[in-house]
């Protein structure tokens, strides 16, 4: 997707950051990215960050998204295991996490 877009050179920028800063944080996911560079050529880009939000998400499950398919096709060709095995391939003790928690208080005998 190569799309025109207008980049403001970074002293620009930086003398109307904060107004900037303000007019996107009042406009939220409808304020227009701002592209910041250098000769012309785009480096960095302000948006708000409800935006970002977003975007970071969905970088996150498309990242994800190959580890969860192949982890997928691995179980169905692999056997289930049980809780104690897939405890024991993290490294995770079962009878110490499950042992109740002191409330501080000790039973005087």
């Known amino acids: 997707m190569t799309k025109f877009v207008r980049v403001e050179p970074i002293s620009a920028a930086r003398a109307q ?60 060709a692999s056997p289930d295991l049980t809780l104690e095995e897939v405890a024991n391939s993290l490294g995770i003790d079962i009878e110490e996490s499950s042992a109740p928690a002191s409330n501080g208080r000790e039973s005087a005998a």
Not at 17 to 37: D, F, H, K, M, N
């Open 17 to 76: 950051l904060s107004e900037t800063v303000a007019r996107i944080g009042e406009q939220g996911l409808q304020a227009e990215p701002v592209v910041i560079g250098r000769r012309y050529r785009p480096e960095a880009v302000l948006i708000s960050f409800e935006l970002y939000e977003k975007l970071a998400d969905l970088i996150d499950e498309i990242q994800l998204a190959p580890l969860i398919r192949e982890r997928l096709a691995n179980a169905t």
